[in-house]
């Protein structure tokens, strides 16, 4: 008996010892801004409108390591900095995005054919569904962090109308792991 228990101890730790390394290579949920400059933004990417003169094309995003479960993506870019009195500013969202996509393509914004198939782009703050740019006040640096969020549905209940709040409000306890990345963007004097 005591030969069994010795035996069922040995087998367990040696299981344990097998799954520990596995755990602890696994790769994080990441996500990432193609082509920008040292995290800088470039005026491809920048806004045209409110006094910014940039090409407003929307970045290729890219993300790896989805968690265990995940059933629809969300991506979302916000300033924080932005002056609304601490709401920071919504550039862009696309939510149901299938967990079988890895990325959103350059230039995806507003046309239907590069979204993933079943996306969809919600209302940012600039009162579009579509991407927009950065377009800080001149003088100012700001942060763009660019969220991956894995949900544990295959859709929220939104529309192209959406607002951001509304979409938060549709996560909210759907949320299962998120990869962030800080972009930057300084505005100079003109």
């Excluded at 005591?2 to 602890?24: D, M, Q, S, Y």
């Excluded at 932005?82 to 393509?105: D, F, K, R």
Aim: positive net charge; contains cysteine.
């Amino acid at each position: 008996m005591k030969r069994n228990a010795a035996l069922r101890g040995t087998i367990c730790c040696a299981t344990l010892l097998a799954i520990v390394p596995a755990l602890a290579s696994a790769e994080p949920f990441s996500v990432k801004v193609d082509g920008l400059d040292r995290g800088q933004f470039g005026n491809e990417q920048v806004y045209g409108g409110f006094g910014c003169h940039g090409a407003n094309v929307s970045p290729r995003i890219s993300w790896s390591h989805v968690p265990a479960g995940t059933k629809s993506i969300v991506i979302t870019i916000h300033d924080p900095d932005a002056p609304t009195g601490g709401l920071g500013w919504t550039h862009w969202q696309v939510v149901n995005i299938p967990p079988s996509q890895t990325s959103i393509e350059k230039g995806a914004s507003g046309t239907a054919k590069l979204l993933p198939a079943g996306a969809v782009e919600t209302l940012t703050d600039f009162g579009a569904s579509a991407y927009g740019g950065p377009c800080p006040p001149q003088g100012e640096s700001h942060r763009y962090v660019v969220t991956a969020s894995a949900l544990r549905v295959s859709s929220i209940d939104v529309q192209a109308a959406s607002s951001p709040a509304l979409v938060a409000y549709q996560m909210h306890g759907k949320v299962i792991g998120q990869a962030r990345y800080v972009a930057h963007y300084h505005r100079s004097m003109e």
